[in-house]
């Protein structure tokens, strides 16, 4: 027995030693792998595993294939690889970017000679561009209002809001770097000048600023439902005004009496009152719940109108919607805290479509 107890114990050594020799065969450790500047990516050598997909969304590698989409302009390192959406592409990204850099307007420049800069962004214009134009999103734009149902049943359900928003922001504020770095602007005397670093920051904060009032207005117009009924009222009145126009007009082709003329008049001037009310209202009760911060009356009526169309197409796709302006409000504080830290140096991007983009 005690001769079976002691093999049994210098095996049990024998095995210790061999598996401390080999542990890091079966325990690699963590190795931090720059993967781009001021990135780091922590790995231990083993494949990684598969990402799960999300519902209706499609991650892929940009670019033609993934060693183009990793390779940096140069050739000399690799880049993050940004999973992509089926709807969404990575060039909606891009596009957007150059679009918000292409709005500011800095100081003591030709198109504004004071000396602060102003960001000149309307939502309306916004919602244009990518509502009617539908650049880098992946529907057909003949079809506009086919394309909008696509991209808003795709876009607004909640698992698919969390991973635009995981896998588009660090995207997002390299695109906008590079938009930076690649714009210049006339000065008054006709030369062109690039971007300073002041001017990238303050570019930063006010879009930063800007992206939070929007979200933070999207958010509680979708979770007040009496706001709705504001806007429910307050179109109904519009459509009032124009009735009474369209029967004012109607009697200069008929032989209608000067007192038919004078009720008719008199009826556009009561509608265009009853919209006024209706309007102030409507405004009133916008900004008793959200308080925006730099938005004109004419953006939070159109503001409005746009979340009550959403609630139209899907009655209960407001808590997905309010979700999108909340993830809005904290790309706004991912922007701003990039407005913070130094101009980083960024690589080309490899759109989906396999061309190189600097911004414009």
Do not use: C
């Not at 891009?94 to 504004?112: M, Q």
């Not at 057909?140 to 969390?162: N, W």
């Not at 009496?257 to 009760?285: C, F, G, P, V, W």
């Amino acid at each position: 027995m005690k001769r079976i107890l002691a093999i049994a114990f210098i095996l049990a050594l024998a095995g210790g030693y061999w598996f401390m020799q080999n542990r890091d065969r079966f325990f690699p450790k963590p190795v931090a792998t720059e993967v781009a500047p001021q990135r780091w990516q922590v790995g231990t050598g083993q494949p990684a595993p598969a990402i799960p997909s999300l519902p209706n969304a499609t991650m892929a590698e940009t670019g033609s294939n993934a060693t183009a989409g990793n390779a940096t302009a140069e050739g000399n390192g690799t880049r993050p690889a940004f999973p992509a959406d089926e709807i969404v592409r990575h060039d909606f990204v891009e596009d957007l970017s150059g679009y918000l850099v292409g709005r500011y307007l800095p100081g003591g420049t030709k198109k504004n000679p004071g000396p602060e800069g102003r960001f000149d962004l309307n939502v309306k214009s916004v919602n244009i561009r990518y509502g009617v134009d539908f650049n880098g999103l992946n529907v057909d734009p003949a079809d506009t209002l086919g394309a909008r149902k696509v991209v808003f049943s795709h876009v607004l359900k909640e698992p698919v809001l969390d991973f635009l928003h995981a896998a588009y922001t660090p995207l997002f504020l390299d695109s906008l770097e590079r938009a930076l770095q690649s714009t210049t602007y006339s000065l008054p005397s006709g030369q062109m000048a690039v971007v300073s670093e002041a001017q990238r920051k303050e570019m930063l904060t006010l879009l930063a600023a800007r992206l939070k009032t929007i979200g933070k207005t999207v958010a509680s117009l979708a979770r007040t439902d009496s706001i709705r009924l504001l806007v429910t009222k307050y179109l109904e009145d519009m459509e009032n005004v124009s009735q009474a126009h369209l029967a004012f007009w109607n009697l200069h082709g008929q032989e209608a009496s000067i007192s038919a003329k004078n009720e008719a008049s008199a009826r556009i001037k009561t509608t265009i009152q009853t919209r006024e009310i209706s309007r102030q209202r409507l405004l009133q009760a916008i900004v008793s719940a959200s308080n925006p911060q730099g938005m004109d009356a004419s953006e939070l009526i159109y503001l409005a109108q746009w979340v009550y169309r959403r609630s139209l197409e899907d009655p209960n796709g407001m808590g997905s919607l309010a979700k999108a302006g909340e993830l809005l409000v904290r790309t706004a504080e991912a922007v701003h805290e990039r407005s913070l830290e130094p101009q980083p140096e960024v690589e080309q991007m490899i759109t989906d479509n396999g061309t190189q983009s600097v911004g414009q």
